[in-house]
């Protein structure tokens, strides 16, 4: 089993920067990949950005130029910086590890943290 633990939230007026972090723990065998994920009112959640271990990245369109995903593979972390933050931006994000397990397969096992809510507003 493996726990994800987030923090970084919060209120930011917009303009501002906010940076999310999610480490990971527990039974850590090889993360692959992680991402962080987002829920705003009465939307559906969506990808924000994603990363792997050799460390491409993709991104939605309405972040990309102004958040930067990035990992420290020795912390088992990653993180989120996010910049220019708009109203928009307002909701829930959620981390998400995706790790491979050697029990019974190897098999492809996907955590997800609490969430920690990102409110922008002046």
């Not at 919060?10 to 990949?33: D, E, K, M, T, W």
């Not at 491979?100 to 969430?115: F, K, L, R, S, T």
């Amino acid at each position: 089993q493996v726990q994800l633990v987030e923090s970084g939230g919060g209120l930011v007026q917009p303009g501002g920067s906010l940076r999310l972090s999610c480490a990971a723990s527990g039974r850590i065998f090889s993360i692959n990949a992680m991402g962080w994920y987002r829920q705003g009112p009465g939307k559906q959640r969506e990808l924000v950005a994603a990363i792997t271990v050799g460390d491409s990245t993709n991104y939605a369109d309405s972040v990309k130029g102004r958040f930067t995903i990035s990992r420290d593979n020795a912390k088992n972390t990653v993180y989120l910086q996010m910049n220019s933050l708009k109203p928009e931006d307002t909701a829930v994000y959620y981390c998400k590890v995706r790790q491979v397990e050697p029990a019974n397969g190897p098999e492809i096992y996907d955590y997800w943290g609490q969430g920690t809510q990102v409110t922008v507003s002046s």
